[in-house]
Each structure stands twice: as C-alpha cells, then as structure tokens.
C-alpha cells in the first residue's frame, strides 16, 4: 500500500525513524513530506529515506494519507478518493466533516475513537498520550507554584510537602500521581470507579471515597455520567480537600458528552491563592467552570491551566508512542494489501 505522511501544523509527527522501518520491513511504499518530523527532533537525514517530497506531491503518490491531527488538512478537495488515518477529535463541527468525507469520496478513519478492547490496546491514542499529559500536568503545575513539591529540612527551616489532588484516575490521573509522589508530594484521589481505588493506593495515594457512584466497565477508563445526588456528594467530600490542596489536576471525560463540572467558582475563590488548577478536560468544556481551553487565567490567585493536549510538549515521544499506535492499526486494517472487511468491530468504531 502506498502511504504517505503530512507535515502537522502542531509539533508531534505520524511516522518517526522506528516506525518507518517497520512500515519498509511491511512492503509498504512510504512518501514523507520534508522536515514533518522537525520539530519533534526527527531530521529528514534520520530516517534515512529517499522519498521526502512536497505536500502536493506525497498526496498524488499515496493512496492513504496519515496525519497527527486532522486539523491539520488543508483542503478535503485535494484528499478527493484518498484514505485517511487522523484524529478527528478536535472537530468542533462533526457533521460538516462528515458531509465534506462524502462529498470527496473519501474514507476516513478516526484514531480518537478506536475502542478501548484487549485486541486495540496496541492501538490506542488516547491512553498513549494521557500518559503523558497525566506526567506534563504534574510538571508544569511545578513550574507554575510557587513552592517545591518535597518536604524539605534546612538550617533555616523546614518546608512541608505540597498537597496535589487528582480527579479522575484513568490513565492521565495514574500517571499524574505517581509523577507528584516522585516528587514528594502528598496526593489524594477521587475516581468514581472502585477498580480504581486499588491502583490509587498502589501508587502512595489516599483515595477519596464517595458511596453511590455508577458503574459501567465497558465505559474503557471514561468517567461515567453520574447522577445529581452523586456528583452534589462528590463535590461536598472533594471539596474539603480542594481547598487545601496546593496542586489540582482534573482528567474526567465523557465519552461523547461535555465534561463534567467538578470544581464550581466557588471552590476556587475558596482556594489558598497560588494554587494550580491543571484542567486536562478542558477541550471537553472542563472539569472546573472557570476554564478556558487552551489558556491560564488566573482567579482570586489560583492560576487555572486549560490545556488537553499536554502531550504534545513533549513531541519526540509522544510522536514515538503516537507513530507506533498508528502503525498497529494499518498493520492491523491492511492485509495484503486490501483494506479488512467494513464489518470488522475496530473499523466499525473508527471509520467516519
């Protein structure tokens, strides 16, 4: 199959050096457009490929086109009876992409909704960069506060250890703590699922316990709609420990649904000022009603970060795990040669 790799118009990239190797070792034919993998520490030389050529010119040559992001398409008309392996995810108007897939016969995949199932984990974007964005929340809430995370004894005196705590703990929140307990942090955690309250406690946390949640273990690691006496019981028992907490990070996501509001103005304004509120649902709509996507603001003194794609500040590896999943899910649709049958649980979930 000829596949062909886009420059994105953000700093990760979709095929790395690694990856490439195995798309070659694959009897793939490969076009990659030039300095696509720049910004993510991957010069052209690195890959140590022939066939780098221009944007225009690695469309006309593939007969699949990959991308990070599809934010990154620049014109669906020039894509006219491609394929096309992205995420869809920041999409604000599905339906008019959808109407411009079909208008240009083309068939598109979503990586943003492959299923969160054994046989896709190889898959799975999402978990790959929410890792990550879990780690970078903890890192840049520490650039952000005014204070070290240890406890710290000195002939001047001692500091005591900040107090983090992390809502939601799928795997952005699991990797968030166990990055702030690496720093010497104190860190509770609130999950309306039981199964995670072993993992939270395995990692040094305190887990923050609210009776009556809903459960759904097909829900793969999204937060649950929950009910009104719930979420009002929830907040009531999370609260008391966010406005201690120096450090807030927030993961919880619907699949499908706006993000649930889980720290009210109010909360805030009771907050110690200083404090770090790292809102990685903020795409979403947030966890906290005073974030904005893709900004800092600050209110009463606690900066809010809105930002849920963290990931990509740290574009070499996340350009490295994000290539590798892409790679499993062509190996995955593309048997000798031919795409799978439409039929196929994963590319039923996926295919826009």
Do not use: W
């Amino acid at each position: 199959m000829r596949l062909g790799f886009l420059k994105d118009n953000e700093s990760r990239v979709s095929v790395t050096p690694s990856s490439l190797k195995k798309y070659i070792d694959s009897d793939h034919s490969v076009s990659i457009e030039k300095n696509a993998g720049e910004i993510s520490g991957f010069s052209d030389k690195s890959y140590n490929h022939d066939k780098f050529l221009n944007r225009k010119e690695v469309i006309n040559f593939s007969d699949v086109i990959v991308l990070v992001s599809s934010s990154s398409i620049d014109s669906y008309k020039d894509l006219k009876g491609k394929t096309i392996i992205s995420n869809f995810s920041v999409e604000a108007d599905k339906q008019r992409i959808k109407e411009k897939i079909k208008t240009n016969d083309i068939t598109a995949f979503d990586l943003s909704m492959i299923p969160r199932t054994s046989i896709a984990q190889s898959m799975d974007i999402l978990s790959s960069m929410a890792g990550l964005s879990g780690y970078k929340a903890i890192i840049k809430a520490a650039e952000l506060l005014p204070k070290i995370f240890p406890m710290t004894i000195t002939a001047a005196g001692s500091i005591k250890p900040v107090k983090v705590v992390v809502l939601g703990a799928g795997v952005a929140g699991l990797q968030a703590i166990a990055t702030a307990k690496r720093l010497g942090a104190i860190v509770e955690a609130s999950d309306p699922r039981q199964a995670a309250k072993e993992e939270v406690l395995s990692l040094g946390a305190k887990f923050i316990e609210v009776e009556g949640a809903v459960e759904d273990k097909s829900a793969g690691g999204y937060a649950v709609k929950q009910s009104k006496e719930f979420l009002e019981k929830q907040k009531q028992e999370v609260s008391k420990r966010l406005t201690e907490a120096d450090v807030v990070v927030t993961t919880a996501q619907v699949f499908g649904s706006k993000s649930p509001i889980l720290i009210p103005k109010s909360v805030v304004e009771q907050m110690n000022s200083g404090s770090i509120i790292i809102d990685l649902a903020s795409s979403t709509g947030g966890n906290c009603e005073l974030t904005q996507d893709s900004k800092i603001i600050e209110h009463n003194g606690v900066k809010i970060v809105g930002n849920s794609y963290l990931a990509s500040e740290l574009s070499h590896d996340a350009s490295n795990l994000f290539s590798n999943n892409v790679f499993n899910f062509i190996n995955y649709i593309i048997q000798d040669n031919e795409f799978i049958s439409d039929e196929d649980d994963i590319l039923k979930s996926c295919k826009i």
